[in-house]
């Protein structure tokens, strides 16, 4: 059973940086394809990016150029690294992962049947 976690959030000033981590452990994230979520208070919940095992990424245009999902299948660990950050961006945010071969998607949560507890990104001054 694969079991995440996710680590990273904080307060920060709108225009900073912050590098989220998932650590998958029980199994490994070989041909998992691994995606970042985020919810708001109030608001659905909403992909933001995600990663196939091979390395190929897709992010949603609302993040595009400011955060840079990657893997370490040594490390067992998936980083999401988010510059630029807006108040809009405040949000508790997931990882989630989904044996899949090819691609991913965070359009499509069906077949995401592992996920982390989520931690808490705040941008404010």
């Known amino acids: 059973q694969l079991h995440l976690v996710e680590s990273g959030g904080g307060l920060v000033q709108p225009g900073g940086s912050l590098r989220l981590s998932c650590v998958a452990s029980g199994s490994t994230l070989d041909d998992y394809a691994v995606g970042w979520f985020r919810q708001a208070p109030g608001k659905e919940r909403e992909g933001v990016s995600c990663?196939?095992?091979?390395?190929?990424?897709y992010d949603v245009d609302s993040v595009k150029g400011r955060f840079t999902i990657s893997r370490d299948n040594a490390k067992n660990t998936v980083y999401l690294q988010m510059n630029s950050l807006k108040p809009e961006d405040t949000a508790t945010y997931y990882c989630?992962?989904?044996?899949?071969?090819?691609?991913?998607?965070?359009?499509?949560?069906?077949?995401?049947?592992?996920w982390g507890q989520g931690t808490q990104v705040t941008v404010s001054s």
């Open positions: 990663i196939t095992w091979r390395g190929s990424t």
């Open positions: 989630a992962a989904e044996r899949r071969p090819i691609g991913c998607t965070v359009m499509d949560v069906r077949g995401y049947d592992s």
